[in-house]
Every structure is written in structure tokens, then in C-alpha cells.
């Protein structure tokens, strides 16, 4: 009988084996250290602190942190909640979005500069975000689209993808869609692997890990381990923070970053087989319990470094560190590699992204396209929507379009296309700000990663609706055309199906801007319903335009639901004849009732369709100038 921690010591222990056989990659990689010294990060000091009688202008999160981590070295950077370890991963990955960071940050030996950096390495975060509509073959494939050098050619790219899904471990799963967290598709040590492989499929240098084995149950953390071991096995630089890890997987890292809360180091070096190097160095500091036998080195060297435990002591373990040989050896180390090799050259780029501006349209296009084939949540459920709505308001205003001969038909008339144009702009609108919203946390993640800029994605995302748009007011205009019965002539058909697909197509842009400006869905909600309002009362129909007030005639001209209903109005009945009273007849009566003229119809157009390219650009500029998502 094999005892579940057996089981994962064999899980992890094979990655030795496999790891051999692996490392002849397709793709060759040039092996990369990185070393930093004195690193000191801090941020502005929080209004709370200083109302607690701080003078300080500064809040200091890492202390003079100083380190090197090496190609084929799997290091672990530990230590307690607020001890700063994603803190430094993401100084040393570039990922802070504030904050002042000084100190020397070297990659073998060259002067980091985050551009050229970005191209060099990779990031696991700790939440898997990946875009749920896609399986895992593809989310690799495009990100060795967007990653990869542009002379590997597409060959050598699938070669290189399926290499990396075997090192992972994720040939079985290549066709299963990703899903969303929690919810469905992969498990979460499926979607932490398939983090890893998307990173891996750039071909980096140095890959950063943020706590890969959270949330797992031992099985899982170790199958994650394995895929982790195999990595670094291929020669590469792999850093991952680890919190409170099982003595098998403690036993695959082969040094440790130990940190202490505030920032600073106290114990860098080598592991050694079952954790001797470490045990041997701390048990030698004086007043510090030994290990119990069979016990997990990691939960003791927290419990020993403890700031209780300092506290009764007397010590401080960070100057006890920092007098210590292991210090010396690892300053050292980091003079020896911080000084270039000869014959290497620093890193250069050509350009800041990999693919060409195109490139990256047509990929993030793929992407988008294949989201939306795939959820049909979200574009079948609009689509029977908008069906429903046309039968509701073809039976409810049946043959309305004909009879014009009182002004109260031609009001019902008018009301039929104003609450249409409402309905299904409002549930176009609303309908767009989740899928958006979900896309953008994804959007974070590949912006930071170097694979494109922020108007590939924009051009992405907008053309994509274009066609569903189209399929959508096609079905409603054919159908309420014919129930409501407007007059059958090509020129006015023409105009009714002009006029609400590009409605439809504002009311969806505008969807996805109020998620660009705003942090969260539920502020975008609010923002967007702020607008339906004011949209509705400024439209025309509740007041017409002569009778509102003139300090607010001129909003109207900015309304765009005011054109839709303008363009409706005039272009189905602002030429007829028909007397609608003794006195006038239908184009009159539009004309000094609604303001309503049919010569004014080319104007109409234009500006029906600048509002979705307006808005269109506002989420574009939205989605490059605001990042949300700060760290």
C-alpha cells in the first residue's frame, strides 16, 4: 500500500528523470541571471499612519534587499504575511504600477531596463486569468504568437507549443475550453499549469512565480511541482514565493529566500538534502530551538524567525544574517555576477513588442472571435432576445406604420421606435459590460507581458461586434418592418435598417466604454443607467424639441438616442402628404411639432454613424490611458 506522501515524493521525484529528456527545446534560450543589491521599495506613507503622529513622507516596504538567483536554480522566496515577498517579485518582474524603487537590479551583469526585460522573462501570477472561451492549445498558441521572435516560423512555433504542453503535462487537456474560476472548464491546478505553460511558450530566460501551489491539495500542489521542477530543469531561472509548503514540495527548491516582516532578508542560500544547510544555520544562531524529528524545516524556520521569537531572544535575525559568512559568500556572489561576461552584449530589441502592430490586431481579433463563437451566453441569449422584443412590438403596434392619417397614430408610431431603440440599446449595453469586464482583467495580464498594446486589443474587441451587431438588427428590422407595416419602398427599408444597426452598434460601444473608465462592472452599471435617463428624457419624445426650455436645447444635439429618433421619424414619414388635420399635413405637422425635417436626413446619418466610432475611440483611449489594477 503506497502512502499519499510516497506518492507525491514520486510525483515530484520523476520531474529529475523527465527534466533530462526535456531539455533539448525546438527553440533555443539564452540562459539569464539576475541580481539585485541594496533594493530598497517604498510608497507614499498612508494618511492613516501619518494621523497617527508619523513624520515620515515615505513608507519603506523593502529594506537594502540584496540577492541573486541563477539558470537552473529553482529558488524559493519565503517568509510571513507583509514580509514583502510578492512585493520584491514584482520590483524585480517590473510589475509595480507606483511606488519608488531604488537600489542596483542587474540581468547578467547588464543594467535592467524593463522594455527589453519584459521580452526576456515571464510571470505566473497567483490568480489564474486567462480568457474562459478559449481551450488550452489556443491560449498557447497565441501567446507564442504574440511572444515569439518574428523569424520562428509557424512550424517551429505548433513544435515549440507542443513541447511546452508536454513538459506541463497538458497534451490530455489541449481541446478543453479554459472556463472561468470556480465555475467550469479546468481545475485549479489545471489553470495553474496552464500559467505556467503560457509563460513557457514565450521561450523566457527568467521566470517569476507567484505562490503557483495555492488553493491545491498536497496531490495537486505536487503534480504543480513536477511541471515547476521540469521548467527549471530546461536551464532557466525560476523564482516562486511558497507559502506554508508540505515537506515534499520544500524539498524541490534547491536554494531559499528567506524574508522577515519589513522587508528584509535573513537567511539566503542553499537548501541541501532534507533541508540541512538551512537547519545547520539557524541551529547554530544562539538561543534557537532544534528541529524535531520529522518535522517540516519550513514551518520551524518560520516559527523560529518568528518576531515573538526575536522579541525573547533579543536578537535581530537580519543583522545576524548580515553578519554571518553565508552573507559574505552572497555578496560575492552577486559582485561576481554582476559583472558581464566577456563576450556578451546587453540585451537590444529592435522593437518594443515582438509582432508588428497588424500582427497583433489580426491575433487579437483570433482571440475575440473565437470568445464570442464560443459564448453563447452572451450572443445566442442577446440574439433570441432581440427576436422576442421584434414579435412583442410587431403584434403590440401591428400595421401602425400605415395608418398616419391622425397625430395620435403617428405618435403610437413614433413611440413604437423610441421604445425599441431603448430596449434594445440599453439591453445591448448592459449585456456587453461583464464580457468586457472579464476581457479586461485578462487584457492586464498580456499588456504587462509584453505581448501587445493597448489599441490591438481595443481593435479586437470592437470589430469583433460588428457582424453579431449586424445579424442582430438585420432580424429585428426585417421583422418589425413587416408586422408594423412601414412602407415597402428600398429607400426607407434602407434607412430603418441603417439607422437601428448603428444604434445598436453606440448603445454596444458605449457598453464597453463605461467598463474602460471605470475600475469594476458594478461602477460601469451605474454610470451607463446615470446616461439611460438622461438619454431618455432628452430624446425628443417625452418633450419634443421646440418645447424644451432653450438653457437645455443644446443637449439634445448631444443626445444620441434624440438622432435614432430622428432619423426613424424622418426618414419613414417626414416626405408624406398625408393631412393629418384641416390645417396640415404629416410633414408639417413633424416639422413644427418634433422639428423633424427629411432634407436634414444626410446629417442625420453622418452623425449616427460618428457616435459609435466617438465612442468606439473613448474606449480605445480609456482601455491605454487607465490601469485599474494597481500594485
Known amino acids: 500500500m503506497i502512502s499519499e506522501d510516497d506518492e507525491n515524493v514520486r510525483l515530484i521525484e520523476e520531474s529529475e528523470t523527465e527534466g533530462e529528456k526535456k531539455k533539448g527545446m525546438v527553440l533555443p534560450f539564452e540562459p539569464h541571471s539576475i541580481t539585485f543589491d541594496n533594493v530598497v521599495y517604498s510608497v507614499d506613507m498612508p494618511q492613516e499612519i501619518k494621523d497617527q503622529g508619523s513624520t515620515e513622507d515615505r513608507l519603506v516596504l523593502l529594506k537594502g534587499v540584496s540577492g541573486a538567483f541563477r539558470p537552473g536554480v529553482l529558488t524559493a522566496l519565503m517568509g510571513v504575511s507583509g514580509a514583502g515577498k510578492t512585493t520584491l517579485m514584482d520590483v524585480l518582474a517590473g510589475r509595480k504600477t507606483g511606488g519608488y524603487i531604488d537600489g542596483d537590479i542587474k540581468i547578467s551583469g547588464y543594467p535592467k531596463k524593463q522594455e527589453t526585460f519584459a521580452r526576456i522573462s515571464g510571470y505566473c501570477e497567483q490568480n489564474d486569468i486567462h480568457s474562459p472561451y478559449i481551450t488550452v492549445y489556443e491560449s498557447l498558441v497565441y501567446s507564442a504568437w504574440l511572444r515569439l521572435p518574428q523569424d520562428v516560423d509557424k512550424n517551429n512555433r505548433k513544435m515549440f507549443v507542443?513541447?511546452?504542453?508536454e513538459l506541463v503535462e497538458l497534451t490530455p487537456l489541449r481541446s478543453a475550453l479554459v472556463g472561468l474560476p470556480g465555475v467550469n472548464g479546468l481545475s485549479t491546478e489545471q489553470r495553474k499549469r496552464l500559467t505556467i505553460a503560457v509563460e513557457l511558450v514565450a521561450n523566457p530566460s527568467i521566470i517569476f512565480m507567484d505562490e503557483p501551489t495555492s488553493g491545491l491539495d498536497a496531490r495537486a500542489a505536487a503534480i504543480v511541482m513536477r511541471a515547476v521542477r521540469n521548467t527549471v530543469d530546461t536551464g532557466r531561472t525560476v523564482v516562486c514565493t511558497i507559502h506554508q509548503p508540505s515537506i515534499n514540495i520544500f524539498e524541490a527548491f534547491d536554494e531559499l529566500f528567506l524574508m522577515k516582516r519589513g522587508g528584509q532578508e535573513i537567511y539566503v542560500g542553499p537548501l541541501g538534502r532534507y533541508s540541512c544547510h538551512l537547519i545547520k544555520y539557524f541551529e547554530s544562531l544562539p538561543g534557537v530551538s532544534k528541529i524535531k524529528e520529522a518535522y517540516n524545516p519550513a514551518t520551524w524556520m518560520l516559527e523560529v524567525t518568528a518576531a515573538s521569537q526575536e522579541m525573547t531572544l533579543g536578537v535581530d535575525f537580519a543583522d545576524l544574517y548580515k553578519k554571518s559568512d553565508l552573507y559574505k559568500r552572497n555578496k560575492a556572489l552577486i559582485t561576481e555576477l554582476s559583472t558581464p561576461r566577456p563576450g556578451t552584449k546587453d540585451l537590444h530589441f529592435e522593437t518594443q513588442f515582438s509582432q508588428p502592430f497588424w500582427t497583433q490586431c489580426m491575433a487579437c481579433l483570433w482571440k475575440q472571435h473565437l470568445s464570442y463563437w464560443r459564448n453563447p451566453s452572451y450572443t445566442a441569449v442577446r440574439f433570441i432576445f432581440t427576436?422576442?422584443?421584434?414579435?412583442?412590438?410587431?403584434?403590440?403596434?401591428?400595421?401602425?406604420?400605415?395608418?398616419?392619417?391622425r397625430s395620435q397614430d403617428l405618435l403610437n408610431a413614433m413611440g413604437s421606435m423610441y421604445a425599441a431603440t431603448l430596449f434594445l440599446g440599453v439591453q445591448n449595453c448592459s449585456s456587453v459590460q461583464p464580457v468586457v469586464a472579464v476581457e479586461r482583467t485578462v487584457f492586464y495580464r498580456e499588456r504587462a507581458a509584453g505581448m501587445y498594446s493597448a489599441l490591438p486589443y481595443a481593435f479586437g474587441q470592437v470589430i469583433v461586434e460588428i457582424p453579431y451587431v449586424f445579424v442582430q438588427a438585420a432580424f429585428y428590422g426585417i421583422i418589425v418592418y413587416a408586422m408594423i407595416g412601414f412602407e415597402w419602398t428600398v429607400a426607407k427599408f434602407f434607412?430603418?435598417?441603417?439607422i437601428m444597426y448603428f444604434t445598436l452598434l453606440y448603445f454596444t460601444f458605449y457598453g464597453m466604454m463605461t467598463v474602460a473608465i471605470s475600475p469594476n462592472q458594478n461602477v460601469a452599471s451605474i454610470v451607463a443607467a446615470f446616461f439611460y435617463a438622461v438619454w431618455n428624457l432628452f430624446s425628443g419624445f417625452i418633450v419634443p424639441r421646440p418645447r424644451i426650455p432653450i438653457w437645455w436645447r443644446w443637449y439634445y444635439w448631444l443626445c444620441p438616442?434624440?438622432?435614432?429618433?430622428?432619423?426613424?421619424?424622418?426618414?419613414?414619414?417626414?416626405?408624406?402628404?398625408?393631412?393629418?388635420?384641416?390645417?396640415?399635413?404629416?410633414?408639417?405637422?413633424?416639422?413644427?411639432?418634433?422639428?423633424?425635417?427629411?432634407?436634414?436626413?444626410?446629417?442625420?446619418?453622418?452623425?449616427?454613424?460618428?457616435?459609435?466610432?466617438?465612442?468606439?475611440?473613448?474606449?480605445?483611449?480609456?482601455?491605454?490611458?487607465?490601469?485599474?489594477?494597481?500594485?
Open 162 to 165: 507542443e513541447e511546452v504542453m
Open 387 to 405: 427576436v422576442i422584443l421584434a414579435l412583442v412590438f410587431g403584434t403590440l403596434f401591428w400595421d401602425l406604420g400605415r395608418r398616419v392619417s
Open 495 to 498: 434607412w430603418y435598417l441603417f
Open 561 to 631: 438616442v434624440a438622432w435614432t429618433l430622428y432619423g426613424l421619424v424622418a426618414s419613414q414619414f417626414g416626405d408624406l402628404q398625408t393631412r393629418v388635420s384641416n390645417d396640415e399635413n404629416v410633414e408639417q405637422f413633424l416639422g413644427h411639432y418634433f422639428g423633424f425635417e427629411h432634407d436634414f436626413l444626410g446629417v442625420v446619418a453622418a452623425i449616427i454613424v460618428a457616435w459609435p466610432v466617438v465612442f468606439a475611440f473613448l474606449f480605445a483611449f480609456a482601455i491605454k490611458a487607465f490601469n485599474f489594477q494597481k500594485r
